[in-house]
């Protein structure tokens, strides 16, 4: 009998070691946006820090650190989120209130051609599209890297099936950014 669970593990374990040969430095305090995830715990374990995620609608204006005991970060994860926000450029206005000048965000999205885009995403990002959005938010690019991604598994259906060729291989975009 096959175990699911590992296999999750283990493709969460991957995605956290490639989100870590990112990260360049993280300073305490760290906000991460969304909820507590496996993604987030990962972290808090191999880097033995305390993360502060968010609670509240991200495409409104009442979402908040969960346990608010810093007025600012120095640190801001925002891994897999910004496609699915209605606003993203509302959200990122909305964070400069959680941070400084000397904040670093991280930020991470995929990118695929339109005929995998899903139901799940408000936002599909061409790289002209999200700089753009981001520029005009007020921030700048302090690194980026993308890597290719395919996804693993059954092929039951023509989606996973073009998941195998480089077609149909999503590209994982990673920004680090700060105030201009």
């Known amino acids: 009998m096959i175990d699911l ?3 999750h593990f283990k493709k969460t374990e ?3 070691q490639i989100t870590v040969d990112f990260l360049d430095e993280t300073e305490l305090p760290i906000l991460d946006i969304g909820q507590p995830n496996e993604h987030c715990e990962y972290l808090k374990k191999k880097f033995n820090i305390e993360i502060t995620n968010t609670q ?6 009442k979402w908040t650190p969960l346990n608010p005991k810093h007025a600012k970060y120095n640190t801001v994860f ?3 989120v910004i496609e699915h ?8 206005e909305r964070l400069k209130k959680f941070i400084t000048k000397d904040t670093f965000i991280y930020i991470s999205y995929p990118r ?9 995403h408000f936002h599909e990002y061409s790289t002209k599209r999200f700089l753009h959005m981001i520029d005009d938010a007020g921030y700048e690019v302090v690194k980026h890297k993308w890597i290719w991604e395919r996804g693993k598994g059954f092929i039951f259906g023509i989606r996973p099936l073009f998941r195998l060729t ?10 680090k950014l700060r105030l201009k």
């Open 112 to 120: 695929r051609i339109e005929f995998f885009w899903t139901r799940y």
């Open 5 to 7: 669970r590992s296999d």
């Open 56 to 61: 509240g609608n991200l495409d409104l204006d």
């Open 85 to 92: 926000l209605m606003s993203p450029r509302f959200f990122l």
């Open 166 to 175: 480089p077609i149909g291989r999503a590209k994982r975009h990673f920004y």
């Open 78 to 80: 925002c891994f897999e």
């Open 14 to 16: 991957q995605r956290v």
